[in-house]
């Protein structure tokens, strides 16, 4: 992986657009739940990052933010939520995310979180 220069909230930005954009497009709904609480030049920041980055790149950096930041259960459970959440923004929560979110899980090595 090339080196991370993301802060964990960076990170957990970029995590957030990468499950918006499970379905290839990020919905108006799925924005306004990722940038609420994001000062709007790091949301830009991390966008540029992210839509320079291909999966492969993207998966690494979710990888790390996971090992460096989700060391608790509590933390991923937080985290994990905040993901169903941004794939029902939409209120579509399409088989595809159904399928990203159990893979991220296992990814993750993310044990009972909420289906």
């Known amino acids: 992986?090339?080196?991370?220069?993301?802060n964990q909230?960076?990170?957990?930005i970029y995590s957030l657009l990468y499950a918006a954009n499970t379905d290839m497009?990020?919905?108006?709904?799925?924005?306004?739940?990722?940038?609420?609480?994001?000062?709007?030049d790091?949301?830009?920041?991390?966008?540029?990052v992210f839509s320079q980055d291909?999966?492969?790149?993207?998966l690494d950096k979710i990888v790390y933010f996971r090992?460096?930041?989700?060391?608790?259960?509590?933390?991923?459970d937080a985290f994990m939520n905040s993901m169903k959440n941004i794939?029902?923004?939409d209120k579509q929560y399409m088989l595809m995310e159904k399928v990203v979110y159990s893979?991220?899980?296992?990814i993750l090595d993310i044990k009972n979180a909420a289906e």
């Open 54 to 58: 291909n999966d492969a790149e993207r």
């Open 42 to 48: 790091t949301f830009d920041r991390v966008k540029r």
């Open 1 to 6: 992986m090339k080196q991370c220069h993301l």
């Open 67 to 76: 090992e460096n930041y989700l060391k608790t259960k509590e933390q991923q």
């Open 25 to 40: 497009k990020i919905t108006k709904e799925e924005l306004e739940l990722i940038t609420a609480e994001v000062e709007p």
């Open 9 to 12: 909230e960076e990170l957990e």
């Open 87 to 89: 794939f029902a923004a």
């Open 103 to 106: 893979m991220l899980k296992k």
